[in-house]
T-cell receptor, first 113, second 110 residues
Framework: NAGVTQTPKFQVLKTGQSMTLQCAQDMNHEYMSWYRQDPGMGLRLIHYSVGAGITDQGEVPNGYNVSRSTTEDFPLRLLSAAPSQTSVYFC????????????FGSGTRLTVV | QKEVEQDPGPLSVPEGAIVSLNCTYSNSAFQYFMWYRQYSRKGPELLMYTYSSGNKEDGRFTAQVDKSSKYISLFIRDSQPSDSATYLCAIGDSWGKLQFGAGTQVVVTP
């Protein structure tokens, strides 16, 4: 199994550009989440989903959109990139809240100039 | 005040020593407790998962949860240089949302 796959691994954007970070999992997990990781801040939840068609905001949702049309995919869209969105983004999935913890992808390193 | 507090370190120990890591949290609604290990430029990797107070062992790793004190710990016995990484505590709610500590950098010196 591939687990959680994130693409691209690296990206440089100009301020104001938009882009989509892709996340796919092949474990039939219902729960998926997006986190950003900044130095000294740990991981902060951006958006999460408890199943296809169901999404909700996390701690830092502004400037990001998500949708969940299939169980496998959970893309994260940056609407108009800002330097404050320079970060490492991680996607994660799990069977359910009471299951055995989240599996994380390898991350997307985004720089906004 | 952050929901989960974790000393960022770095914590330096000699090979073979016991590594002791801990976190405190403020919201008693959280029900699930995890420890992740993260190597540089990699994604977090789940080490331990528990949902009850008490101890849970897995090889050289022991996770300890005290819900009454809102305190969680991770102990690594017989530490190895390969254990050098950042260790993240995380607590989860019934919706599957996780709150992470800032992470503690651990360095195990040969």
């Amino acid at each position: 199994n591939a687990g959680v796959t994130q693409t691209p691994k690296f990206q440089v954007l100009k301020t104001g550009q938009s882009m989509t970070l892709q996340c796919a999992q092949d474990m039939n997990h219902e729960y998926m989440s997006w986190y950003r990781q900044d130095p000294g801040m740990g991981l902060r939840l951006i958006h999460y989903s408890v199943g296809a068609g169901i999404t909700d905001q996390g701690e830092v949702p502004n400037g990001y959109n998500v949708s969940r049309s299939t169980t496998e995919d959970f893309p994260l869209r940056l609407l108009s990139a800002a330097p404050s969105q320079t970060s490492v983004y991680f996607c994660a999935s799990t069977r359910g809240a009471a299951s055995d913890g989240y599996t994380f992808g390898s991350g997307t390193r985004l720089t906004v100039v | 005040q952050k929901e989960v507090e974790q000393d960022p370190g770095p914590l330096s120990v000699p090979e073979g020593a016991i590594v002791s890591l801990n976190c405190t949290y403020s919201n008693s609604a959280f029900q699930y407790f995890m420890w992740y290990r993260q190597y540089s430029r990699k994604g977090p990797e789940l080490l331990m998962y528990t949902y009850s107070s008490g101890n849970k062992e897995d090889g050289r790793f022991t996770a300890q949860v005290d819900k009454s004190s809102k305190y969680i710990s991770l102990f690594i016995r017989d530490s190895q240089p390969s254990d050098s990484a950042t260790y993240l505590c995380a607590i989860g709610d019934s919706w599957g949302k996780l709150q992470f500590g800032a992470g503690t950098q651990v360095v195990v010196t040969p």
